[in-house]
């Protein structure tokens, strides 16, 4: 059964970091591109960081560049989201999702994880 599962999700303050997992069942990591995706209140969904472990190839949107760092640990099919200085604006639901590279980068995907609330706030 092909299964996304992800966890890390919480409440931080603004400035702070946080990293989020996705566990993968039912597939290889290095069978197909991988990554995030976020709901914001009141906004459209957002891809926000992919990677191909076989292509050597790492998105990431212009909204988190320099702030998220995504990674992966094909030992454990899991891929990982680090977030740091972490804005209220990042406040949402994020959730895993996989498929081909080019589907992430047009906003769909086959597999979607159940997503995991993040939220930024003093």
């Known amino acids: 059964q092909v299964q996304l599962v992800e966890s890390g999700g919480g409440l931080v303050q603004p400035g702070g970091s946080l990293t989020l997992s996705c566990a993968a069942s039912?597939?290889?990591?290095?069978?197909?591109?991988i990554g995030w995706f976020r709901q914001l209140p009141g906004k459209e969904q957002e891809g926000v960081s992919f990677?191909?472990?076989?292509?050597?190839?790492?998105y990431y949107s212009d909204s988190v560049r320099g702030r998220f760092t995504i990674s992966s640990d094909p030992a454990k099919n899991t891929v990982y989201l680090r977030m740091s200085s972490l804005k209220p604006e990042d406040t949402g639901v994020y959730l895993c999702?996989?498929?081909?590279?080019?589907?992430?980068?047009?906003?769909?995907?086959?597999?979607w994880g159940q997503g995991t609330q993040v939220t930024v706030s003093s």
């Open positions: 990677i191909s472990i076989s292509d050597h190839s790492i």
């Open positions: 999702a996989a498929d081909k590279w080019f589907h992430l980068l047009e906003g769909g995907a086959r597999t």
């Open positions: 039912g597939f290889s990591l290095d069978k197909t591109a």
